[in-house]
């Protein structure tokens, strides 16, 4: 059976400012700052409502960033109210939040979205409560999540890898955090992941570049580039890298959260 081919639009929520090189890209230039963008990816296609993946930073309350020493940007066009109306949608239309993990920048509004279920691996909701990567996990965002858990048919706690209708596989990897999860979409340009925070800069961390010279060696014999280089910021190096390496060996298109090349090669729509 052929499997429904679903449609995916980047919405670009925020910029982040002030970040470590080194805290992107693992031993990359520590002391150097720049900017990065924010996004959510709305999935829409035949049979499904409107998913939602990520909810950025809490809208009410940039200066969240500021506990990691970053800043926090959001033009009035980047709400997402402004970014969902851009494709016709609105908060109330979203039948699920899809979580890539919980992070102060990826779990900020789910408050706003009244009809959507809550869906992420149960290993990263109780990741996010034992207190081991600090104010990433901002106690606004777990308070709110946990209580929902005791909403009848608010929040599904996956456990095992799956589909979750057909064409959207979700699947559990660990490294970056330790229930982190990739959203594997059918796209009209083949298997899209949605990689969270797995990779934050596909070029830096994944092709050959004047950087790294031994992501650049693994192509002296037309091999394809497969990333040895994991994030800065990870909670199991070994398991960080090989989560990389997964998403270049399977996937046609790669949307992390905070890479704007995503933008360069695909524009807004997938
Ligand atoms: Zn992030
Ligand atoms: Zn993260």
New binding site residues.
């Given amino acids: 059976m052929t499997k429904p081919v679903y449609k995916i639009n980047v919405l670009h929520t925020a910029d982040l400012g002030m970040i470590d090189c080194s805290f992107l890209v693992n031993k990359f230039n520590p002391g150097e700052k720049v900017n990065v963008p924010v996004f959510s990816y709305l999935i829409t296609g035949p049979d499904i409502p409107p998913l939602l993946v990520d909810t950025g930073i809490k809208e009410d309350q940039l200066d969240i960033m500021n506990r990691l020493g970053m800043v926090a940007y959001q033009a009035p066009e980047q709400t997402y109210a402004a970014q969902l109306a851009k494709w016709g949608y609105e908060k109330e239309d979203i039948g699920a939040i899809l979580h890539t ?1 919980l ?1 102060i ?2 779990a900020g509004n789910d408050p706003d979205f009244p009809n959507a279920k809550i869906i992420m691996p149960r290993r990263e909701l109780m990741f996010a409560v034992a207190d081991l990567m600090d104010a ?1 996990y901002p106690p606004e965002y777990i308070t709110y999540l946990v209580e929902q858990i005791h909403v009848p048919g608010k929040v599904r706690l996956i456990d095992d890898d799956g589909e979750l209708v057909p064409g959207i596989f979700l699947e559990i990897t660990e490294g ?2 330790w229930g982190s999860m990739n959203i594997k979409v059918n796209t009209a340009k083949g298997l899209a992941i949605i990689c ?2 797995v990779i934050y800069d596909e070029q830096l961390q994944c092709r050959a570049n004047p950087v790294f010279a031994e992501i650049a060696a693994h192509n002296q014999y037309d091999m394809e580039p497969f990333g040895d280089r994991s994030t800065g ?1 990870y909670w199991n190096l070994w398991a960080a890298k090989a989560a990389v390496q997964k998403v270049m060996r399977e996937a046609d298109v790669i949307l992390p959260i905070h890479d704007a090349l995503v933008l360069e090669k695909y524009g807004y729509e997938i």
Avoid: A, L
């Fill in positions: 993990h992070h920048d990826h990433q970056h955090t969270g925070d910021n």
